[in-house]
Each structure stands twice: as C-alpha cells, then as structure tokens.
C-alpha cells in the first residue's frame, strides 16, 4: 500500500521559513519522480518543485526558485521542500505526487499516481 504523507505546514509570517516533508512508503523502485504541488483557494493547482529519486536532480518552477529548496533523504523515504523568504501569495495547500518517470522540464505534465492528503501553508501577517 502506497502512502505520501505530508506535514510541516502551519501559519508564518511574511518573509519567514517552513519545512515541509513527504514521507514516502510502499512506493516501488520505478517512481523515480516526487513532486510539490499546490492549491489555493479558488485557483488551480500548480506545481512547484520536483526531485529525481535516482539521481537527485531537481527542478523548480520559476516562482520557487531562490526561495525554496527540494531535497531527499533516503535513509528515511523522506522528500523536503525548504521555503524561505514566504510571501503571502505562497498560501495554499501543499501536497507531494508521485510519478512514474524521470525528471525533465515536463515533469508538470507527468501524470502522478499517488498523491498526499496535504498540508496547509499560511503566510499572513
């Protein structure tokens, strides 16, 4: 049984830090790709950031990079994704995906099989 479970959102000031993780379990070997999407309220979800299971390369789209940073940890079936410098337009919920490919520029369009319940990002004064 497949499970990505999310945690680590919470409330935060503008221009703070949160660390957001996805661990992962049940997933096999070929899921070589774990994503960050997400949602907020009244718009469509979006992505975010990906990282390769296989070889770690990462790919962020343009509103994240700079400010977040996804990584792994395998010994823990853990994927992270550190947001910095938050702003108030990065409120929504947040989840991590699963895909069966490699990373590369399209990895938005992937379609990914296993999603997380979410977690809530707020980012208010």
């Known amino acids: 049984q497949v499970q990505l479970v999310e945690s680590g959102g919470g409330l935060v000031q503008p221009g703070g830090s949160l660390r957001l993780s996805c661990a992962a379990s049940g997933l096999t070997l070929d899921y070589n790709t774990i994503a960050w999407f997400r949602q907020a309220p009244g718009k469509e979800r979006e992505g975010v950031s990906c990282?390769?299971?296989?070889?770690?390369?990462?790919y962020y789209v343009d509103s994240a990079k700079g400010r977040f940073t996804i990584s792994r940890d395998d010994t823990a079936n853990t994927v992270y994704l550190q947001m910095n410098s938050l702003k108030p337009e990065d409120t929504a919920v947040y989840y991590c995906?699963?895909?069966?490919?490699?990373?590369?520029?399209?990895?938005?369009?992937?379609?990914?099989?296993?999603w997380g319940q979410g977690t809530q990002v707020t980012v208010s004064s």
């Open positions: 990282i390769s299971m296989s070889d770690g390369s990462t």
């Open positions: 995906a699963s895909a069966r490919y490699e990373p590369r520029n399209s990895w938005i369009y992937f379609p990914y099989d296993y």
